[in-house]
Protein backbone atom coordinates (compact mmCIF):
# COMPACT_ATOMS: atom_id res chain seq x y z
CA UNK A 1 0.00 0.00 0.00
CA UNK A 2 1.66 3.28 -1.11
CA UNK A 3 0.56 5.78 1.75
CA UNK A 4 -1.19 8.90 1.30
CA UNK A 5 -1.10 11.71 3.80
CA UNK A 6 -3.86 14.32 3.53
CA UNK A 7 -3.88 17.10 6.29
CA UNK A 8 -7.22 17.10 8.07
CA UNK A 9 -8.98 20.34 9.37
CA UNK A 10 -11.25 19.10 12.34
CA UNK A 11 -12.58 22.78 12.77
CA UNK A 12 -12.99 22.54 8.84
CA UNK A 13 -16.71 23.21 7.79
CA UNK A 14 -15.84 20.03 5.49
CA UNK A 15 -16.61 16.65 6.78
CA UNK A 16 -13.67 14.69 7.04
CA UNK A 17 -15.07 12.16 4.10
CA UNK A 18 -15.16 15.70 1.75
CA UNK A 19 -11.74 16.20 2.71
CA UNK A 20 -10.60 12.94 2.04
CA UNK A 21 -12.03 13.33 -1.31
CA UNK A 22 -10.74 16.55 -2.53
CA UNK A 23 -7.34 15.20 -1.45
CA UNK A 24 -7.83 12.19 -2.84
CA UNK A 25 -9.05 14.25 -6.56
CA UNK A 26 -6.87 16.76 -6.38
CA UNK A 27 -3.53 14.00 -6.16
CA UNK A 28 -5.18 12.25 -9.31
CA UNK A 29 -5.35 15.57 -11.34
CA UNK A 30 -1.67 16.72 -10.43
CA UNK A 31 -0.62 13.25 -11.38
CA UNK A 32 0.81 11.95 -8.27
CA UNK A 33 -1.37 9.29 -8.24
CA UNK A 34 -1.57 7.78 -12.06
CA UNK A 35 -4.18 5.91 -13.73
CA UNK A 36 -4.33 2.81 -12.74
CA UNK A 37 -3.08 2.80 -9.56
CA UNK A 38 -4.61 0.56 -7.01
CA UNK A 39 -5.94 2.86 -4.14
CA UNK A 40 -5.28 1.23 -0.91
CA UNK A 41 -8.22 -1.15 0.76
CA UNK A 42 -10.85 0.93 2.72
CA UNK A 43 -9.73 -1.41 6.01
CA UNK A 44 -6.48 -0.50 5.33
CA UNK A 45 -7.16 3.54 4.80
CA UNK A 46 -8.75 3.94 7.47
CA UNK A 47 -6.49 2.24 10.15
CA UNK A 48 -3.67 4.41 8.05
CA UNK A 49 -5.38 7.67 8.72
CA UNK A 50 -7.57 6.52 11.74
CA UNK A 51 -10.40 7.49 10.43
CA UNK A 52 -13.95 5.45 10.73
CA UNK A 53 -14.89 2.61 7.68
CA UNK A 54 -17.79 4.47 6.73
CA UNK A 55 -15.86 8.00 6.12
CA UNK A 56 -13.46 6.22 3.46
CA UNK A 57 -16.56 4.43 2.06
CA UNK A 58 -18.28 7.93 1.52
CA UNK A 59 -15.27 9.44 0.05
CA UNK A 60 -14.42 6.57 -2.12
CA UNK A 61 -18.07 6.48 -3.16
CA UNK A 62 -17.90 10.35 -4.23
CA UNK A 63 -14.83 9.34 -6.31
CA UNK A 64 -16.57 6.57 -8.42
CA UNK A 65 -19.37 8.74 -8.93
CA UNK A 66 -17.57 11.53 -10.27
CA UNK A 67 -15.84 8.91 -12.44
CA UNK A 68 -11.93 9.20 -10.85
CA UNK A 69 -12.17 5.63 -9.63
CA UNK A 70 -13.96 2.76 -10.24
CA UNK A 71 -14.36 -0.57 -8.15
CA UNK A 72 -13.32 -4.21 -10.03
CA UNK A 73 -14.98 -6.83 -8.29
CA UNK A 74 -12.85 -9.20 -5.61
CA UNK A 75 -9.51 -6.77 -6.92
CA UNK A 76 -10.23 -3.37 -5.52
CA UNK A 77 -10.31 0.06 -6.45
CA UNK A 78 -8.68 1.66 -9.66
CA UNK A 79 -7.78 5.00 -10.57
CA UNK A 80 -9.55 5.27 -14.46
CA UNK A 81 -7.73 6.27 -17.37
CA UNK A 82 -8.62 9.90 -18.54
CA UNK A 83 -8.82 11.54 -21.93
CA UNK A 84 -8.45 15.41 -22.45
CA UNK A 85 -7.69 17.77 -19.84
CA UNK A 86 -8.83 16.31 -16.71
CA UNK A 87 -5.04 15.45 -15.41
CA UNK A 88 -2.71 18.45 -15.33
CA UNK A 89 0.33 18.72 -17.19
CA UNK A 90 3.57 18.19 -15.49
CA UNK A 91 4.95 21.54 -16.49
CA UNK A 92 2.09 24.05 -15.46
CA UNK A 93 3.68 25.57 -13.13
CA UNK A 94 5.86 23.81 -11.80
CA UNK A 95 7.72 24.32 -8.60
CA UNK A 96 11.01 26.18 -8.49
CA UNK A 97 14.20 24.11 -8.18
CA UNK A 98 17.28 24.71 -7.01
CA UNK A 99 19.89 24.80 -9.84
CA UNK A 100 22.72 22.68 -8.56
CA UNK A 101 25.37 21.45 -11.69
CA UNK A 102 25.75 17.85 -12.83
CA UNK A 103 28.79 16.33 -11.78
CA UNK A 104 30.53 14.88 -15.08
CA UNK A 105 33.71 13.11 -15.58
CA UNK A 106 34.49 14.95 -18.69
CA UNK A 107 38.66 14.00 -18.33
CA UNK A 108 40.71 11.48 -19.85
CA UNK A 109 43.46 11.40 -17.46
CA UNK A 110 42.09 12.99 -13.58
CA UNK A 111 45.57 14.45 -11.79
CA UNK A 112 43.32 14.30 -8.82
CA UNK A 113 46.01 14.02 -5.76
CA UNK A 114 42.73 12.64 -3.36
CA UNK A 115 42.81 9.08 -5.70
CA UNK A 116 44.50 5.96 -4.54
CA UNK A 117 45.37 2.68 -6.38
CA UNK A 118 42.21 0.28 -6.10
CA UNK A 119 43.57 -2.21 -9.01
CA UNK A 120 45.80 -3.19 -5.90
CA UNK A 121 43.01 -2.91 -2.93
CA UNK A 122 42.89 -5.96 -1.22
CA UNK A 123 39.02 -6.14 -2.26
CA UNK A 124 38.23 -10.29 -0.93
CA UNK A 125 40.15 -9.54 2.03
CA UNK A 126 38.47 -6.27 2.66
CA UNK A 127 35.04 -7.63 2.25
CA UNK A 128 35.41 -11.03 4.54
CA UNK A 129 36.00 -8.93 6.95
CA UNK A 130 33.34 -6.56 6.57
CA UNK A 131 30.99 -9.79 6.40
CA UNK A 132 32.34 -11.28 9.60
CA UNK A 133 31.91 -8.26 12.06
CA UNK A 134 28.67 -7.46 10.13
CA UNK A 135 27.25 -10.45 11.89
CA UNK A 136 28.51 -9.70 15.40
CA UNK A 137 25.40 -8.01 17.33
CA UNK A 138 27.02 -6.67 19.95
CA UNK A 139 28.51 -4.14 17.34
CA UNK A 140 24.88 -3.01 16.39
CA UNK A 141 24.37 -0.53 19.81
CA UNK A 142 26.56 2.62 20.19
CA UNK A 143 29.74 2.31 21.24
CA UNK A 144 32.52 4.48 23.21
CA UNK A 145 32.74 8.23 22.15
CA UNK A 146 36.31 7.46 21.15
CA UNK A 147 36.38 4.55 19.51
CA UNK A 148 36.74 0.93 19.67
CA UNK A 149 39.21 0.45 22.72
CA UNK A 150 40.73 -2.58 20.33
CA UNK A 151 41.40 -0.08 16.63
CA UNK A 152 42.88 2.24 19.21
CA UNK A 153 45.28 -0.42 20.84
CA UNK A 154 46.39 -0.98 17.34
CA UNK A 155 46.67 2.45 15.78
CA UNK A 156 48.94 3.34 19.16
CA UNK A 157 50.82 0.03 18.12
CA UNK A 158 51.50 0.62 14.60
CA UNK A 159 51.99 4.52 14.57
CA UNK A 160 54.49 3.55 17.42
CA UNK A 161 56.39 1.43 15.26
CA UNK A 162 55.83 3.23 11.94
CA UNK A 163 56.25 7.07 12.61
CA UNK A 164 57.78 6.72 16.45
CA UNK A 165 54.78 8.80 18.14
CA UNK A 166 54.25 7.30 21.57
CA UNK A 167 50.37 7.52 23.28
CA UNK A 168 48.39 5.33 25.48
CA UNK A 169 45.32 3.83 23.38
CA UNK A 170 43.06 6.40 25.78
CA UNK A 171 44.88 9.13 24.44
CA UNK A 172 43.49 8.27 21.04
CA UNK A 173 39.92 9.72 19.39
CA UNK A 174 38.90 7.99 16.35
CA UNK A 175 36.57 10.43 13.94
CA UNK A 176 34.95 10.69 10.52
CA UNK A 177 37.76 12.85 8.97
CA UNK A 178 40.51 15.13 9.36
CA UNK A 179 38.17 18.11 9.10
CA UNK A 180 35.60 16.34 11.47
CA UNK A 181 38.77 15.97 13.84
CA UNK A 182 39.68 19.48 13.19
CA UNK A 183 36.37 21.17 14.07
CA UNK A 184 36.24 18.68 17.41
CA UNK A 185 40.11 20.99 17.96
CA UNK A 186 38.69 24.06 17.67
CA UNK A 187 35.63 23.36 20.40
CA UNK A 188 38.57 21.97 22.59
CA UNK A 189 41.23 24.75 22.09
CA UNK A 190 38.78 27.08 22.41
CA UNK A 191 37.70 30.95 20.94
CA UNK A 192 40.33 32.86 22.01
CA UNK A 193 43.62 31.82 20.41
CA UNK A 194 45.23 32.83 16.85
CA UNK A 195 45.76 29.86 14.39
CA UNK A 196 48.57 30.03 12.34
CA UNK A 197 49.23 27.91 9.46
CA UNK A 198 50.98 27.10 6.61
CA UNK A 199 51.28 29.71 3.81
CA UNK A 200 50.41 28.10 0.98
CA UNK A 201 48.72 25.30 3.22
CA UNK A 202 45.95 23.08 3.08
CA UNK A 203 42.58 24.91 2.32
CA UNK A 204 39.85 22.57 3.81
CA UNK A 205 41.63 22.98 7.13
CA UNK A 206 41.84 27.24 6.53
CA UNK A 207 37.88 26.48 5.99
CA UNK A 208 37.38 25.06 9.32
CA UNK A 209 39.01 27.80 11.02
CA UNK A 210 37.39 30.31 8.93
CA UNK A 211 34.07 28.54 9.13
CA UNK A 212 34.27 28.50 13.00
CA UNK A 213 35.33 32.13 13.24
CA UNK A 214 39.08 31.50 14.32
CA UNK A 215 41.61 33.98 13.78
CA UNK A 216 44.30 32.84 11.23
CA UNK A 217 48.03 33.80 10.56
CA UNK A 218 49.62 32.54 7.62
CA UNK A 219 53.15 31.61 8.15
CA UNK A 220 55.85 31.87 4.80
CA UNK A 221 58.08 28.62 4.49
CA UNK A 222 61.33 28.25 2.95
CA UNK A 223 63.46 24.91 1.89
CA UNK A 224 62.62 23.25 5.18
CA UNK A 225 58.91 23.87 5.94
CA UNK A 226 57.57 26.72 8.20
CA UNK A 227 59.55 29.60 9.16
CA UNK A 228 59.93 29.32 13.17
CA UNK A 229 61.81 32.70 13.03
CA UNK A 230 58.36 34.52 11.34
CA UNK A 231 56.50 32.28 14.09
CA UNK A 232 57.76 34.19 16.85
CA UNK A 233 56.71 37.84 15.65
CA UNK A 234 53.15 36.88 15.91
CA UNK A 235 50.96 36.00 18.51
CA UNK A 236 49.15 32.67 17.70
CA UNK A 237 49.44 30.46 20.22
CA UNK A 238 48.67 27.61 17.85
CA UNK A 239 50.08 26.12 14.53
CA UNK A 240 49.20 23.93 12.37
CA UNK A 241 51.95 21.84 10.27
CA UNK A 242 52.46 19.36 7.97
CA UNK A 243 56.10 18.45 8.36
CA UNK A 244 56.35 14.68 7.02
CA UNK A 245 55.68 16.40 3.59
CA UNK A 246 53.89 19.78 3.84
CA UNK A 247 51.02 20.41 1.81
CA UNK A 248 50.99 21.35 -1.33
CA UNK A 249 54.84 21.49 -1.97
CA UNK A 250 55.98 18.58 -0.88
CA UNK A 251 58.95 20.25 1.54
CA UNK A 252 60.16 17.46 4.16
CA UNK A 253 60.56 19.35 7.45
CA UNK A 254 64.58 18.34 8.58
CA UNK A 255 64.60 17.18 12.11
CA UNK A 256 66.73 20.64 13.20
CA UNK A 257 63.64 22.42 12.17
CA UNK A 258 61.47 20.39 14.11
CA UNK A 259 63.40 20.53 17.31
CA UNK A 260 63.42 24.21 16.27
CA UNK A 261 59.59 24.06 16.12
CA UNK A 262 59.01 22.17 19.76
CA UNK A 263 61.14 25.14 21.46
CA UNK A 264 58.98 27.35 20.55
CA UNK A 265 55.50 25.54 21.58
CA UNK A 266 57.67 24.33 25.36
CA UNK A 267 58.29 28.35 25.44
CA UNK A 268 55.25 29.81 24.42
CA UNK A 269 53.14 26.86 25.57
CA UNK A 270 51.54 26.43 22.71
CA UNK A 271 50.34 24.01 21.07
CA UNK A 272 51.54 22.40 17.55
CA UNK A 273 48.67 20.36 15.20
CA UNK A 274 50.59 17.98 13.30
CA UNK A 275 48.73 16.48 10.65
CA UNK A 276 50.67 13.62 9.15
CA UNK A 277 48.07 12.79 6.03
CA UNK A 278 50.77 10.68 4.29
CA UNK A 279 53.63 10.02 6.32
CA UNK A 280 53.53 6.38 5.54
CA UNK A 281 55.13 6.78 1.68
CA UNK A 282 58.88 8.41 1.70
CA UNK A 283 60.86 7.57 -1.00
CA UNK A 284 64.49 9.20 -0.33
CA UNK A 285 66.13 8.70 2.52
CA UNK A 286 65.41 7.33 6.50
CA UNK A 287 62.14 8.33 7.92
CA UNK A 288 61.88 11.32 10.35
CA UNK A 289 60.48 10.30 13.39
CA UNK A 290 57.29 12.36 13.77
CA UNK A 291 56.81 15.87 16.02
CA UNK A 292 54.77 13.87 18.59
CA UNK A 293 57.06 11.65 18.89
CA UNK A 294 60.10 13.83 19.58
CA UNK A 295 58.06 15.75 21.99
CA UNK A 296 58.85 15.62 25.54
CA UNK A 297 56.12 18.13 26.58
CA UNK A 298 52.97 17.43 25.37
CA UNK A 299 52.66 20.04 23.20
CA UNK A 300 51.96 18.46 19.85
CA UNK A 301 48.48 17.41 18.71
CA UNK A 302 49.01 14.44 16.46
CA UNK A 303 46.37 13.78 13.38
CA UNK A 304 46.27 10.65 11.64
CA UNK A 305 44.13 9.28 8.87
CA UNK A 306 43.51 5.92 6.42
CA UNK A 307 42.64 7.87 3.55
CA UNK A 308 45.61 7.83 1.56
CA UNK A 309 47.24 4.89 2.79
CA UNK A 310 43.65 2.77 2.33
CA UNK A 311 40.70 4.40 0.54
CA UNK A 312 39.29 7.96 1.01
CA UNK A 313 35.84 6.83 1.63
CA UNK A 314 36.38 4.66 4.58
CA UNK A 315 36.59 8.43 6.43
CA UNK A 316 38.72 7.01 9.47
CA UNK A 317 41.55 9.67 11.11
CA UNK A 318 42.29 9.85 14.57
CA UNK A 319 43.51 12.47 17.06
CA UNK A 320 45.64 11.87 19.58
CA UNK A 321 45.71 14.32 22.94
CA UNK A 322 47.94 15.30 25.13
CA UNK A 323 46.67 15.10 28.95
CA UNK A 324 46.16 18.65 29.41
CA UNK A 325 43.40 18.33 26.41
CA UNK A 326 42.36 15.27 26.76
CA UNK A 327 40.97 16.17 30.50
CA UNK A 328 38.86 19.25 28.47
CA UNK A 329 37.52 16.21 26.06
CA UNK A 330 36.74 14.21 28.61
CA UNK A 331 35.01 17.19 30.87
CA UNK A 332 32.91 18.87 27.98
CA UNK A 333 32.82 16.66 24.97
CA UNK A 334 32.78 13.13 26.01
CA UNK A 335 28.99 13.14 25.08
CA UNK A 336 30.12 13.60 21.37
CA UNK A 337 29.09 10.31 20.17
CA UNK A 338 30.96 8.62 18.16
CA UNK A 339 31.50 9.24 13.88
CA UNK A 340 32.74 5.91 12.22
CA UNK A 341 30.51 2.84 12.35
CA UNK A 342 31.46 0.51 14.87
CA UNK A 343 31.62 -2.66 12.33
CA UNK A 344 34.15 -0.59 10.09
CA UNK A 345 36.59 -0.16 13.41
CA UNK A 346 36.27 -3.23 13.96
CA UNK A 347 37.15 -4.64 10.74
CA UNK A 348 39.62 -2.10 10.42
CA UNK A 349 40.96 -3.24 13.38
CA UNK A 350 40.65 -7.09 11.90
CA UNK A 351 42.65 -5.74 8.95
CA UNK A 352 45.86 -4.96 11.28
CA UNK A 353 45.39 -7.38 13.62
CA UNK A 354 45.97 -10.01 11.15
CA UNK A 355 48.94 -8.84 9.61
CA UNK A 356 47.08 -7.19 6.33
CA UNK A 357 47.92 -3.52 7.32
CA UNK A 358 51.35 -3.73 7.23
CA UNK A 359 51.73 -6.03 3.83
CA UNK A 360 49.44 -3.34 2.06
CA UNK A 361 51.69 -0.49 3.17
CA UNK A 362 54.71 -2.20 2.26
CA UNK A 363 53.14 -3.31 -1.03
CA UNK A 364 51.94 0.51 -1.62
CA UNK A 365 54.86 2.30 -0.70
CA UNK A 366 57.02 -0.16 -3.62
CA UNK A 367 53.85 0.77 -6.20
CA UNK A 368 53.94 4.59 -5.45
CA UNK A 369 57.46 4.92 -5.58
CA UNK A 370 57.52 3.35 -9.04
CA UNK A 371 54.69 5.77 -10.32
CA UNK A 372 56.32 8.42 -8.91
CA UNK A 373 59.95 7.61 -10.39
CA UNK A 374 57.92 7.00 -14.28
CA UNK A 375 56.42 10.24 -13.70
CA UNK A 376 59.19 12.16 -13.11
CA UNK A 377 60.84 10.49 -15.76
CA UNK A 378 58.13 11.58 -18.38
CA UNK A 379 58.33 15.34 -17.24
CA UNK A 380 61.93 15.29 -17.91
CA UNK A 381 61.76 13.32 -20.87
CA UNK A 382 58.70 15.23 -22.51
CA UNK A 383 58.53 18.59 -20.83
CA UNK A 384 62.17 19.15 -20.07
CA UNK A 385 63.94 22.15 -18.78
CA UNK A 386 60.42 24.05 -19.61
CA UNK A 387 58.84 22.41 -16.26
CA UNK A 388 60.41 22.75 -12.56
CA UNK A 389 59.27 19.37 -10.58
CA UNK A 390 58.62 20.23 -7.01
CA UNK A 391 58.33 18.14 -4.33
CA UNK A 392 58.97 14.51 -5.47
CA UNK A 393 60.39 13.04 -2.50
CA UNK A 394 57.51 11.72 -1.04
CA UNK A 395 53.60 11.51 -1.11
CA UNK A 396 50.88 11.13 -3.96
CA UNK A 397 51.43 14.10 -5.78
CA UNK A 398 54.12 16.83 -7.24
CA UNK A 399 53.62 20.25 -8.00
CA UNK A 400 55.14 21.37 -11.62
CA UNK A 401 55.69 24.84 -11.98
CA UNK A 402 55.66 25.55 -15.80
CA UNK A 403 57.50 28.26 -17.38
CA UNK A 404 55.81 28.80 -20.77
CA UNK A 405 54.41 32.48 -20.21
CA UNK A 406 51.08 30.75 -19.69
CA UNK A 407 49.12 32.18 -16.37
CA UNK A 408 48.12 29.35 -14.40
CA UNK A 409 44.63 29.89 -15.82
CA UNK A 410 45.39 29.23 -18.94
CA UNK A 411 47.40 26.28 -18.30
CA UNK A 412 44.48 24.88 -16.30
CA UNK A 413 41.99 25.20 -19.33
CA UNK A 414 44.33 24.13 -22.25
CA UNK A 415 45.06 20.85 -20.22
CA UNK A 416 40.91 20.71 -19.94
CA UNK A 417 41.04 21.22 -23.69
CA UNK A 418 42.65 18.17 -24.20
CA UNK A 419 40.90 16.53 -21.66
CA UNK A 420 43.44 16.06 -18.93
CA UNK A 421 42.29 17.39 -15.20
CA UNK A 422 45.12 19.57 -13.24
CA UNK A 423 44.61 21.33 -10.01
CA UNK A 424 45.91 24.96 -9.23
CA UNK A 425 48.00 26.05 -6.57
CA UNK A 426 46.74 29.13 -5.70
CA UNK A 427 43.88 28.34 -4.01
CA UNK A 428 46.41 26.92 -1.20
CA UNK A 429 47.86 30.89 -0.61
CA UNK A 430 46.58 33.24 1.67
CA UNK A 431 44.27 35.63 -0.34
CA UNK A 432 46.43 37.79 -3.10
CA UNK A 433 49.77 36.12 -1.30
CA UNK A 434 50.04 33.99 -4.76
CA UNK A 435 52.77 35.82 -6.60
CA UNK A 436 55.18 33.22 -8.10
CA UNK A 437 55.95 31.48 -11.42
CA UNK A 438 52.44 29.19 -12.47
CA UNK A 439 52.35 26.13 -10.08
CA UNK A 440 50.02 23.27 -10.90
CA UNK A 441 49.53 20.02 -8.65
CA UNK A 442 49.85 16.71 -10.10
CA UNK A 443 48.51 13.63 -8.37
CA UNK A 444 49.01 10.11 -9.66
CA UNK A 445 48.25 7.84 -7.12
CA UNK A 446 45.17 6.89 -8.92
CA UNK A 447 46.60 6.64 -12.48
CA UNK A 448 48.37 3.34 -14.69
CA UNK A 449 51.62 3.99 -15.98
CA UNK A 450 50.16 3.96 -19.30
CA UNK A 451 47.61 7.20 -18.06
CA UNK A 452 50.59 8.95 -16.54
CA UNK A 453 52.69 8.46 -19.92
CA UNK A 454 48.65 9.57 -22.13
CA UNK A 455 48.65 12.44 -19.22
CA UNK A 456 52.19 14.01 -19.90
CA UNK A 457 52.21 13.60 -23.53
CA UNK A 458 48.64 15.56 -23.64
CA UNK A 459 49.91 18.12 -21.73
CA UNK A 460 52.81 18.60 -23.49
CA UNK A 461 50.63 19.01 -26.81
CA UNK A 462 48.52 21.62 -24.64
CA UNK A 463 51.03 23.30 -23.04
CA UNK A 464 54.10 23.75 -26.15
Known amino acids: MFEMTPHFQKLKKHPLYLQLYEFIKQEIQEGRIQAGMKLPSKRKLAVHLNLGLNTVDAAYQQLIAEGYVESVLRKGYFVVEFEGDVIKK????PPQQPNFPEIKSEYKIDFNHGKVDLE???????RKLLLDTSCRHELFMNGNPQGERNLRVAIADSIFQSRGARCSPDQIIIGA???YL????????GKNRTFAMEDPGFHRIRHVFQDFERKIEGIPLDEDGVTVEHLRRIRADIVYVTPSHQFPTGTIMPISRRMELLKWAREKQAYIIEDDYDGEFRYVGKPIPSLQGLDTNSRVIYLGTFSKAFIPSIRVSYLILPPELLKV???NFSGY???VPRIIQEALYQFIENGHWERHINKMRTIYRKKNHILTELIQQHLDDRVTVIGEQSGLHILLQINNGLSETELVERAKQVGVNIYPTSLYYEKGKYSHEPTILLGYGGLSHKELQEGILLLKKAWF
Do not use: V
Open 337 to 339: KHT
Open 182 to 189: MQLLCLLL
Open 329 to 331: YHQ
Open 90 to 93: KDQN
Open 120 to 126: QFPFSIW
Open 177 to 179: GTQ
